[in-house]
């Protein structure tokens, strides 16, 4: 029987619009070479331009427009700036985060041969860890309000949400996937010296969730340290877990030592597949490089080869159709046609189409 995945193909805004056909085009190769069949949706809402003839990011009905939806691909969103970011956001990624329950944001980050990585002495192995953001609550809120607007006695506030449920959903995902890993070793981002309510209570929960994997290294480190180490010392991260905000600041940061955001990956997951889970690349839809064909199509690529990984659990053709397409990825990185983030000159289309070839071979 022909497994069939039905995918929900999302450009949204900016270069979203630029990467999604190269990330379509190695699916389709990937499909082709492994013997499955794509069933595509594609869709012009979640985007800037919907909203600008709609004054809204989505439709009221996107839900049941996605029925049936294995997983939905998301490029990027935000841009034109006539929509504020805030609303944008709100309107469309953070919405299917939280109303598909995908509590986890899973950013692997691996420095490639061939990527121009910017710390010096570092060579292929001394990046390659996962960081595991909380992704549905924390400092990602709109709890809070104005008081005084447009007077000297303005005063805002801006409330963030930690729940046992949650925090101990994304730990005990962290801990489970350290313990899976040869290294069992898990970094746990904190501020619990500064930020004295929340971040105190974020470790005890790491505490407890600990003693249930005695066999798991837990390293809790404050936020700014941690920083400075995943510049430092990366070679000494395996599994990093952290809320919401730490956890997007860290997975642009850790990309960013491996030469290029452009190659970052994400997979926004309800691990209990209640619900559809988004991928993604961790970029934006980078207004300043939209329309010249330049843009890196590398991150959708990977994060459409973490969808076939997902759908299939790592079995059968969806993991070894992940498996080619990362391949196909280090080769081209290695010895292909570039994009100018990674030293090269090549357009978005080229990487696609090389690695598309590398799939099908
Ligand atoms: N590729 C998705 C995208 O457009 N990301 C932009 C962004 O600002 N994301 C915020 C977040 O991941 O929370």
Redesign the pocket.
Known sequence: MINTFRIAAIA??GI?KEVMPEGLRVLRAAASRFGFALELREFDWASCDWYAQHGQMMPDDWKEQLAGVDAVY?????WPATVP?NVS?WGS??KFRREFDQYI?LRPVRLFEGAPCPLAGRKVGDIDYVVVRENTEGE?TNLGGVMFAGTEREIVIQESVFSRHGADRVLRYAFELANSRQRKALTVATKSNGIAISMPWWDARTDEMARQYPDVRVDKQHIDILCARFVLQPQRFDVVVAT?LFG?ILSDLGPATTGTIGLAPSANLNPERQFPSLF??????APDIYGRRIANPIAMIWSGALMLDFLTQGQGSGRAAHDAIVRAIEDVIRSGPRTPDLGGDAHTEDVGQAIANQVKE
């Not at 998301?74 to 935000?78: H, I, L, Y």
Request: net charge negative; hydrophobic share 30%.
């Open positions: 949204g805004d979203g998301f490029g990027a969103v935000g970011d956001l990624l953070l944001n990602y919401n997007d993604e690349p961790v970029h934006g839809s």
